[in-house]
């Protein structure tokens, strides 16, 4: 159940796994400035778990740099009962520009047991090129490599990597029945990202009980949403779109990741 945790914690945590670059329409020189209230500074912690067991913790944090660019990191470990028996430490890096929130770079690594894994990718907006490097290690303090492969996807107009493509969600109107689409590229391969708006609940939480948007993600064909369980996130519904729940189903029931702090 815990790896299922830690697979789920990188869809939530960012809905990241994999690389994924979604295409819009336009130029990115032209695009305005997003000014959330989170672009400021903010970072968020989760606690994963599976029914009454905790399983660990998640944040995501938003951190402003210089030169109209800004920082998504993301981490989950396992608690110090799960770490004693699988031992996790994973984390994932995004540095975008405000504008359009357009990544640039993109870093993943992946420490889950004996599973040790790094992913670059690197945005070349000039050439339309996405660059990847992702490397898997048999021993992590030897660096001894089990497989590497470097991939370059064409890109075009504005791609987003699946790091940014969750915060510019928060940024959207997300009107209740509406479904946005984009079209997606992992390594290779195109599939169809959609964002569907479910509805309005309240939800307690945290910050007490907050009305809140519910939205679900979904890649069509065999990308990384698929058989894997539907996963859905509750975004307030006010301009901070703060995911205060995250919920993806499993065979025996659903992973949840809950709210715990906001900073």
């Given at each position: 159940?815990?790896?299922?945790c830690?697979?789920?914690?990188?869809?939530?945590?960012?809905?990241?796994?994999?690389?994924?670059?979604i295409?819009?329409?336009?130029?990115?020189n032209?695009?305005?400035e997003?000014?959330?209230?989170?672009?400021?500074?903010?970072?968020l912690?989760?606690?994963?778990g599976?029914?009454?067991?905790t399983?660990?913790?998640?944040?995501l944090?938003v951190?402003?740099?210089?030169d109209g660019?800004?920082?998504?990191l993301?981490?989950?470990?396992?608690n110090?009962?799960?770490?004693?028996?699988?031992?996790?430490?994973?984390?994932?890096?995004?540095?975008?520009?405000?504008?359009?929130?357009?990544?640039?770079?993109?870093?993943?690594?992946?420490?889950e047991g004996?599973?040790h894994?790094?992913?670059?990718?690197r945005?070349?907006?000039?050439g339309?090129?996405?660059?990847?490097?992702?490397?898997?290690?048999?021993?992590m303090?030897?660096?001894k490599t089990k497989?590497?492969?470097?991939?370059?996807?064409?890109?075009?107009?504005?791609e987003?990597?699946?790091?940014?493509?969750?915060?510019?969600?928060?940024?959207?109107?997300?009107?209740?029945?509406?479904?946005s689409?984009?079209?997606?590229?992992?390594?290779?391969k195109?599939?169809?990202?959609?964002?569907?708006v479910?509805?309005?609940?309240?939800v307690?939480?945290?910050l007490?009980?907050?009305?809140?948007?519910k939205?679900?993600p979904?890649?069509?064909?065999?990308?990384?949403?698929?058989?894997k369980?539907?996963i859905?996130i509750w975004?307030?519904?006010?301009?901070?779109?703060i995911?205060?729940?995250m919920?993806?189903e499993?065979?025996l029931?659903?992973?949840?990741?809950?709210?715990?702090?906001v900073?």
């Amino acid at each position: 159940m815990f790896r299922e945790c830690v697979k789920f914690s990188f869809k939530i945590a960012a809905l990241v796994a994999v690389f994924v670059a979604i295409s819009f329409a336009g130029e990115p020189n032209n695009l305005p400035e997003v000014k959330a209230p989170w672009m400021n500074g903010e970072k968020l912690t989760f606690s994963l778990g599976w029914g009454f067991i905790t399983a660990g913790t998640a944040t995501l944090e938003v951190k402003p740099i210089a030169d109209g660019k800004t920082e998504f990191l993301t981490h989950a470990t396992g608690n110090k009962t799960i770490n004693r028996i699988y031992p996790v430490n994973d984390t994932v890096y995004t540095r975008v520009r405000n504008k359009g929130l357009m990544t640039e770079v993109f870093r993943k690594r992946l420490h889950e047991g004996t599973f040790h894994n790094t992913s670059v990718i690197r945005f070349d907006r000039k050439g339309e090129k996405a660059w990847l490097s992702d490397t898997v290690f048999t021993d992590m303090k030897t660096r001894k490599t089990k497989r590497s492969a470097d991939t370059a996807v064409a890109i075009q107009g504005m791609e987003h990597s699946i790091m940014s493509a969750f915060y510019y969600v928060r940024t959207m109107p997300l009107t209740v029945g509406d479904t946005s689409r984009f079209s997606a590229v992992s390594g290779k391969k195109r599939y169809e990202l959609k964002v569907l708006v479910h509805g309005k609940e309240k939800v307690e939480s945290v910050l007490g009980k907050v009305q809140c948007i519910k939205v679900e993600p979904v890649l069509d064909g065999d990308g990384i949403f698929v058989s894997k369980g539907r996963i859905f996130i509750w975004l307030t519904d006010d301009d901070r779109r703060i995911p205060v729940l995250m919920e993806c189903e499993i065979a025996l029931g659903s992973i949840k990741a809950k709210l715990l702090e906001v900073k």
